[in-house]
């Protein structure tokens, strides 16, 4: 599933210097003018905005996609977007496995933020495999029964998730920066990433 969120386009900025250079005092107008109403003064003077204002521009646009190994549908719809929310479940070395269980990595993830040509790529929604930095940081030595729970499970899935215990979500922001100039970031939970108003 995905989502393309396009903000309104955003009022032009307004040049009081302009204003005042024409021998105007600012005022309560001023807002009216801003909002693109033509406004007449007590003088009799008439004020149009787009003497005042500058053109509109255009809003933001986030693109969220939820798991997928192929957003590519998205693209039209996502072009020069303000940012890329894209799932990142499995490192590159794990390709293949992402896509047979719909899911990617931090290559596909940074080829549809190229192809949308996003000025922001940020990662989430990462396979438990891939611990934050601060877990592996403040790692305390692990009760002897869980390291036996897991090794049973792993003998019986013959899963190779468990592999490496030392495998942080660095290790997928760091693929992901080889592919691509677009700043990349990591995200968790209570993320925030501002996007900035269009200049």
Same mark, same amino acid.
């Given at each position: 599933m995905s989502f393309v969120i396009v903000e309104n386009d955003l009022p032009g900025k307004f040049d009081i210097k302009k204003l005042q250079e024409s021998g105007i005092k600012p005022g309560p107008f001023c807002s009216r003018l801003k909002n693109g109403e033509t406004v007449t003064l007590d003088d009799?003077?008439?004020l149009s905005p787009t003497d005042f204002v500058g053109p509109s521009r255009p809003g933001r646009c986030l693109v969220i996609l939820g798991d997928? /190994?192929?957003a590519s549908n998205v693209i039209p719809f996502a072009q020069n977007c303000d940012v890329v929310v894209h799932e990142c479940t499995h490192d590159d070395n794990l390709l293949e496995k992402a896509i047979d269980f719909g899911? /990617?990595?931090? /290559?596909v993830a940074t080829s549809l933020a190229e192809k949308c040509h996003a000025k922001c790529l940020l990662l989430n929604h990462f396979s438990q495999r891939y611990k934050p930095k601060s877990a592996i940081e403040s790692k305390t030595v692990e009760k002897e029964e869980n390291k036996n729970k897991r090794q049973k499970r792993k003998e019986e899935n013959d899963d190779d998730d468990d592999d490496d215990e030392n495998l942080t979500v660095?290790?997928?922001l760091e693929q992901a920066r080889q592919h691509t100039t677009i700043p990349v970031f990591i995200t968790d939970d209570f993320f925030t990433y501002a996007i900035p108003l269009p200049k």
């Open positions: 009799g003077r008439i997928c /190994s192929d899911h /990617s990595t931090p /290559s660095d290790l997928l």
